[in-house]
């Protein structure tokens, strides 16, 4: 399949890999959908070919990630970012205080763009040891009367990921999944909301998913503009304004993909064996040191090491490039070496990428 076409093994942090079943539909089906005479991209968004996309989207997501009913899930524009707004903007509804942890840069750019909202406090920050592990916190380090806490469930930058849910009692937790969303199961009861921008783990740029519950709905202020308003967009099935079409039905077809490959159990049981082989070599690597000391901290989808050297680790991306390993470098804020492996990368990717550091090593000692 990859000779076929010539593709490379990409590992970027996103927008990134998709499964290339999915990429081969969307091909076949991309001048006629169905029996509609048009692509999806052309197609109107009240039709009833798109309605029953939509609609299949959002079941599959909640079969999948087993959504319980009093949850809404919204698809939506904006990305990431714009969520580090609507949260605020929404769920700052008593005290308007929020508690935030911050794990890496997209914790601190959410925390940032809260400020312009209430009173929002750091409830723990790793950025001392720059962002090398994940706090571990319980109830009594969160203000009794916040009205959310947020975190950032994995941290796509600096490869960490929570190994475990903060219990925050009957404050609402609101977790950015964007960059782990779909790679293993969660209790979405633990959550208030959850949202991640599609283009890590779940399809191209251009749609957010947002999971949220329903007694969260509602309360966002009146000069609230429309578009920023939860409540709009649940109550009119995300379509109150044209909403991404075609993303909408990339991520359904990787949806369905998932469904067919077992469920989240199988994807993520890949995902531990992917990371687990990267993550062993590394550490018995004499060339290559894994900055994320504590185990239980990795990520499964963002895995950063180094040499030490910043020349070598130049060499080793140019040089990985060259061989169809492409975009091995680390995030332009910390530099090293960063291998995202989100569930669109096979198991031989990886092995290709380990071949590869072996013999990097072997010629670099
Ligand atoms: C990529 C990323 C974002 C930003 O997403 P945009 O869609 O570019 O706004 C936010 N949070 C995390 C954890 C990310 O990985």
Redesign the pocket.
Known sequence: MKQKYNRVYNFA??PSMLPLDVIEEVSNDLPNYGESGQSVMEMSHRSAEFKQILADAEQDLRDILEIPDNYRVLFLQ?????QFAMVPLNLLRKSKKADYIIT?S?AK??YKEAQKFGDIRVAASSEESNFTYIPKLTREDFREDADYVHI?F????YGTHYSYIPDTGDIPLVA????CILSEKIDVSKFGLIYA?A??NVGP?GV?IVIIREDLLGNAPENCPTYLDYRIHADNSSSYNTPPCFGIYVAGLVFKHIKKLGGIESVHSQNVIKAGRLHDFIDSSELFTCPVEAKEDRSLMNVTFVTGNPELDKKFVAEGRLAGLVNLNGHRSVGGMRASIYNAMPVEGVDALISFMAEFEKENK
Do not use: F, V
């Open positions: 942090a996103g904006g990305g990431g970012t714009l890496g997209w750019k959410a950032c994995n941290n796509t930058i950015d999944m964007s960059s921008g283009q890590k740029a957010t």
